[in-house]
C-alpha cells in the first residue's frame, strides 16, 4: 500500500513490489503456488523465479 500511495495510486510503479510480495506468500504457502504469466506478470519473469521447485 505504501508504494501506491508514493506513486500516486499508478499501479504499474507498484508491479515489482507486488510480484515479490505474491512469491513471498506462494513460497509461504499462504495462497495457491500459480504462474506468475498467469497473475499478469509475464513481462517481469527472470530466470530465477521461472525455474521455482515445487514444493511437496
Do not use: H, T, V, W
Request: neutral net charge; glycine residues 4%.
Amino acid at each position: 500500500m505504501e508504494c501506491l500511495r508514493r506513486s500516486g495510486y499508478e499501479s504499474a510503479a507498484c508491479r515489482q513490489s507486488a510480484k515479490a510480495y505474491l512469491e513471498c506468500r506462494m513460497d509461504r504457502q499462504l495462497m495457491a503456488n500459480e504462474p506468475l504469466e498467469k497473475l499478469g506478470f509475464k513481462d517481469l519473469i527472470n530466470e530465477k523465479s521461472e525455474e521455482k521447485p515445487e514444493k511437496s
